[in-house]
Each structure stands twice: as structure tokens, then as C-alpha cells.
């Protein structure tokens, strides 16, 4: 007799980044033995690679395409995965920089979302009628972007990975199609000023983000931001 084939309980989560939403099941033995090889791993990457494959594998109807997705969809999709497979609660542990006491917080994971910087915008204008349509960095960009140190310019090396589309009136040029010479010759023939406004995109682009906020022994008002999957779980 054929052993069973288990049943397994979906949710429906939102991908931020679309507000696509898709039905997810959670972590499976398969699953957490991918965790524990990404723990092993010694590169940011093999961490990436496999919170895709996790975040592929429990798409129970397979529309996600992750090489598409934000990194900030990637955190979050694997945060609220977690939550829902082993427990809504962590305990995170910090030790204070003033007073060098160890503190420890309970974080409930279902509270945890995407934020949004008002006026952020993925446009950046170049003239009354033209401009540039950036997309969000994927899991992969930001591994290298925290990987490798041959890196000479991360902004640039971003605004290159990010660029999206070109328009002038109703002209789309899109920059998939050009090679990495043509963009990079694109890129250096922009004005100066410009600049700014990629700046401006990085820094106010949505991302996970929760607080912690404590008084230390010292009696001053302290607090922590989380910003990445790896504060939510790595904080000491």
C-alpha cells in the first residue's frame, strides 16, 4: 500500500509589492532541511537562493515568479511563511551599547509589515515630458550588493540594476533589451543633480521595519530599529 499524501493547511498573503494575492501552505520537513544548509552556507547569497526556493515551493498554485520579486517581498513573504509554520512570537536578545546590559524582546511577527515612506516614487524625471521608471532590487542584486567588496560605486552599481524603463512622451524604451555597456554609457551621460533623486529612491523605498523601544539601566529612553529578515532574527 502507497503511503498517504498529506493535506496541508493554506493561507492567503499579500506580495507588497503588487498587492498580488497568493496562497501559501507552510514549511515542510524539505523546507526547514533547506534552512539548516543555508545556515551551513558561509555567502549572504546561499541564504537568498534559499528563501526563493522556500518561498516557490509553499506557492501552492506556482504564480509567484521570484526572480521578479522586490527583496522586501522576499523578507516579507518568508517572515509571515515562518509565522505561520513554527511561531508568531520570537524572542530577540540586545545587549546596550551605554550601559552593556543584555535585553531581550518578544516580537509578535503577525504585526510585522511593509512600510512606506510618504512621497516615495519609483519615477525619477529628467525633464517636464521625460524620465526614468525604476523597479525595486531583487534578493539577488542586494546579495551582491552586501557580498562583494570589488563593488567600486554601490550607488551606481544599484542605479544599474534598478533601471527600469525610459520615457520621453509616449517613447518607452525598456532597459532589459540593451546590453550592459549601452546602460552603463546611458547611466554616465545622465546629469549630475539627478543623482539625488536615486538616493532619494533607495532610501525611501518600502521595506520591513519595526521598533523596539526600552529604558536601559541608566534610566534613558532607548530603541532599535529592525530594518532586514536578519535583525528579526540575528539581533544580539
Known sequence: MALPKLMHPTFELTVPSTNKKVNFRPFLVKEEK??????????RSDIGRVLKQIITNCD?????????????????????IRSKTVNNLIELSYTDTE????YKFTVDLDT?????????????????????????PTIDVMDRFFDN??????????????????????KIITFKDHTKEEIE???DDLPTNVITEFDKFFDTMPRLY???????????ERSI???TLEDFFTLR
Open 60 to 80: 501552492v498554485d506556482s504564480v509567484v515568479d521570484v526572480e521578479k520579486l522586490a527583496s522586501f517581498d522576499i523578507e516579507y513573504l518568508f517572515l509571515k
Open 185 to 187: 554609457e546611458f547611466v
Open 34 to 43: 533547506l534552512l539548516l544548509m543555508a545556515k551551513q552556507g558561509q555567502e
Open 225 to 227: 530599529e529592525l530594518r
Open 112 to 136: 510585522i509589515e511593509v512600510t512606506r515612506t510618504d512621497g516615495h516614487t519609483n519615477i525619477i524625471k529628467l525633464t517636464d515630458t521625460s524620465g526614468l521608471v525604476m523597479k525595486y
Open 149 to 170: 567588496e570589488e563593488i567600486e560605486n554601490i550607488i551606481f552599481y544599484l542605479i544599474k540594476s534598478c533601471l527600469d524603463e525610459y520615457y520621453d512622451g509616449d
Open 99 to 102: 550601559d552593556e546590559e543584555p
Open 210 to 220: 519595526h521598533k523596539l523601544e526600552y529604558k536601559n539601566k541608566n534610566g534613558t
